[in-house]
């Protein structure tokens, strides 16, 4: 199956810093889906990117999937940022399975 | 109202005990998905539903059954656990196949005695 890895595995910011989040997966996909998981375990759904780069207020994603990568910008960070940052792949394929990284647990400090 | 709703929210269960997880989504969605997320590791696919017909079993072991009566409704029973199946449940819902933006419930916090 597809392997995802994300990077880094923990990030601590003081509030106001940028980020920049990684993810890496071994095979193409069709689908690929951003999502970030606050402290009481609730998953919101940031971008749905299998290519291209989108903006969402403070937050832009990038993917480049022939290169097999996706890049999510945090800009102005703030304490609510904390949490848990997801990448999720998959084919694509009805029914086909996401398949989801480690996470990006990150920490704004303020 | 929130658009996929999960009940209870927190679950303690001895091991013998049969209990039920219930999700409830509002968004008109057709396909429902659970996901168990253990402490230090990613979130794994148990179940898929496409039109309250299911299209994926993770091998899952069988004290965990899953019941989709409708497109709006998936259910998990639970019985004769394991203290290592303790972990958060988590219900999404899209609105056709994976290949679709999936939405969250809240999760249920399940600990196994």
């Known amino acids: 199956g597809i392997q995802v890895e994300q990077s880094p595995p923990d990030l601590i910011l003081q509030e106001g810093a940028n980020s920049t989040l990684r993810c890496n997966f071994s095979d193409s996909v069709n689908n690929l889906q951003w999502f970030h998981q606050n402290p009481w375990g609730q998953l919101i759904n940031l971008f749905y990117?299998?290519?291209g780069t989108k903006q969402n207020g403070r937050l832009s994603a990038t993917t480049v999937a022939t290169e097999r990568y996706s890049l999510l910008y945090i800009s102005s960070s703030q304490t609510t940022d904390s949490g848990v940052y997801f990448c999720a792949v998959g084919p694509g394929t009805s029914g086909s399975r996401l398949t989801f990284g480690e996470g990006t647990q990150l920490t704004v400090n303020p | 109202e929130t658009g996929v709703t999960q009940t209870p929210r927190h679950l303690v269960m001895g091991m013998t005990n049969k209990k039920s997880l219930k999700c409830e989504q509002h968004l008109g969605h057709n396909a429902m998905y659970w996901y168990k997320q253990s402490a230090k590791k990613p979130l794994e696919l148990m179940f898929v539903?496409?039109?309250?017909?299911?299209?994926e079993n993770n091998s899952v072991p069988s004290r965990f059954s899953p019941e989709c009566p409708n497109s709006s409704h998936l259910f998990l029973h639970l019985h004769t656990l394991q203290p290592e199946d303790s972990a958060l449940y988590l219900c999404a819902s899209s609105l056709g196949g994976s290949a679709d933006t999936q939405y969250f419930g809240p999760g249920t916090r399940l600990t196994v005695l």
């Open positions: 539903y496409n039109f309250k017909e299911q299209t």
């Open positions: 990117i299998p290519s």
